[in-house]
């Protein structure tokens, strides 16, 4: 029973190489636009801010979702990197709002009290695909609790789950300690600090290559 598992273990972790290497373009992608934009004279532009950060916190993430898309249409089995795929593709919007929504409260998005901007930019995705995990979880093992179980055991989503928790502290204290995106370059440099998407497939490959050097 116990090797029926680490096999099934094994086979949800292998594909989490394949989605890590998505990060850096678009933490590439967005500096590029974002020192373009501060050259153009755009450096307080919102919808400059709005690529930028799209691009630099969730560039990976439609990359990841055309990973998932391309898996299902190869009518791959389910596995838990195509649902993490998923989960983050459909996390990407949520940003969108929170941001305009906030600016139309009149919200300092530059100051303290705009912190969480940038956290769900670089980390909506990351959300959507923890949640996501969860529910393949409780598909594959058929009730919440052995559901939460696996969560509780499973690398990728407690790696998922640090960088949910941790990252709006670290955004805080730099608001706090006088950081500002009153650039592009900043914003997207805050982005791609915050957006630390990229750990969790790591602790999936390195789960990966570990149990494949103890096999």
Known sequence: MEDSVEEEEEFETEEFSEIIKYTIPG?????????????????????????????????????????SI??????A?????????????FGIAIPWIIDLGSRLA??????????????????????????????????K???WDAAVKRYIHHPVMLASLAVILIVPIGLLSGRVLGFSPTTQTFTALETIVANLCWIPPLVGWWAEKHRQIGN
């Open 77 to 89: 089995s389910g596995t838990m990197a195509e649902a993490y795929g998923w989960g983050k593709l």
């Open 106 to 139: 009149g919200v300092d998005v530059y100051g303290i009290e705009g912190f969480y901007i940038p956290y769900f930019y670089a980390l909506s995705d990351q959300i959507g695909a923890n949640i996501s995990g969860m529910l393949f979880l409780k598909r």
């Open 27 to 67: 933490y590439i992608i967005g500096l590029i636009v974002g020192v373009v934009l501060d050259i153009q004279g755009y450096q307080r532009s919102p919808i400059g801010q709005w690529l930028v950060r799209t691009l630099a916190g969730e560039g990976e993430s439609i990359f990841e979702g055309i990973y």
């Open 70 to 75: 391309r898996q299902r249409f190869k009518n």
């Open 141 to 143: 093992e058929g009730s």
